[in-house]
Antibody, heavy 120, light 110 residues
Framework: EVQLVQSGGGLVQPGGSLRLSCVDS????????MNWVRQAPGKGLEWVSY????????YYADSVKGRFTISRDNAKKSLYLQMNSLRAEDTAVYYC?????????????WGQGTLVTVSS | QSALTQPRSVSGFPGQSVTISCTGT?????????VSWYQQHPGKAPKLMIY???QRPSGVPDRFSGSKSGNTASLTISGLQPEDEADFYC??????????FGTGTKVTVL
C-alpha cells in the first residue's frame, strides 16, 4: 500500500527556518513527481511547489519563491521542503502529494499533513 | 496566481444531483485540459476524485463526473449520498508551470 509519512512541523518564530520531510513507503518513489500543498487554518488548499522525478524541474508559487526550497533524495525515497524567512502567513498544515502522471495536478496520494505554526 | 472561483456552498437531498462550478481564465482552466477535483473531509487529507477534466481514478464511484466548457470546469455528483458531505476543491494547471486551486465548496447533504 502506498503511504507518505511526513515529519518536521512545529512552532517557529517569524524569520526562522524549518525543514519538512516526506518519506515514501510502498511505491517506486523515483518514478513520480512530487508536490507540496498547504492549507491555512480554516482556509482552502494552496499549491506550494513541484519537483520532477529527477529534480531537474522545480517550480514554486509566487508566495514562497525565494524563501522555500524543494528537494528530493530518491535513494532515501524522501521529499523535503526547506522553509526560510518564515512569516505568520506561512502558518498552515503542509501536505506532500504524489503527482500521478506529471501532465497536470493529479495528486493521487497525500501525506497525513504536518502543522507549521509561525508565531512569536 | 489567483485562486479559481467556486461557489461557497451547494446542497441537495440524498439521491439528488449537485454540480459545483470552477471558474478560471484562459491562462488556466480554459487553456488546458488539466483540471482535477479533490474531496476533503474535516481533519483529513484531500482525496483525488477526478483528473484531466473528466477521468475518474479507480475506486471512485461513477456518480462523480467532471466536464469543462470554456474557462469553467464542473464536478457533478449524481445520486448524492450522506458520505459525500465534504469540502471539494478544483485544481488546474496554469501558465508558467504552476498549479492553482479553487476557493473550495462545502457540499451539504440535507
Amino acid at each position: 500500500e502506498v503511504q507518505l509519512v511526513q515529519s518536521g512541523g512545529g512552532l517557529v518564530q517569524p524569520g526562522g527556518s524549518l525543514r519538512l520531510s516526506c518519506v515514501d513507503s510502498g511505491f517506486t518513489f523515483s518514478s513520480y513527481a512530487m508536490n507540496w500543498v498547504r492549507q491555512a487554518p480554516g482556509k482552502g488548499l494552496e499549491w506550494v511547489s513541484y519537483i520532477s522525478t529527477t529534480g531537474t524541474n522545480i517550480y514554486y508559487a509566487d508566495s514562497v519563491k525565494g524563501r522555500f526550497t524543494i528537494s528530493r533524495d530518491n535513494a532515501k525515497k524522501s521529499l523535503y521542503l526547506q522553509m526560510n524567512s518564515l512569516r505568520a502567513e506561512d502558518t498552515a498544515v503542509y501536505y506532500c502529494a504524489r503527482d500521478y502522471d506529471s501532465n497536470g495536478p493529479d495528486f493521487d496520494y497525500w501525506g497525513q499533513g504536518t502543522l507549521v505554526t509561525v508565531s512569536s | 496566481q489567483s485562486a479559481l472561483t467556486q461557489p461557497r456552498s451547494v446542497s441537495g437531498f440524498p439521491g439528488q444531483s449537485v454540480t459545483i462550478s470552477c471558474t478560471g481564465t484562459s491562462n488556466d482552466v480554459g487553456g488546458y485540459n488539466f483540471v482535477s477535483w479533490y474531496q476533503q473531509h474535516p481533519g483529513k487529507a484531500p482525496k483525488l476524485m477526478i483528473y484531466d477534466v473528466g477521468q475518474r481514478p479507480s475506486g471512485v464511484p461513477d456518480r462523480f463526473s467532471g466536464s469543462k466548457s470554456g474557462n469553467t470546469a464542473s464536478l457533478t455528483i449524481s445520486g448524492l449520498q450522506p458520505e459525500d458531505e465534504a469540502d471539494f476543491y478544483c485544481c488546474s494547471y496554469a501558465d508558467t508551470y504552476t498549479y492553482v486551486f479553487g476557493t473550495g465548496t462545502k457540499v451539504t447533504v440535507l
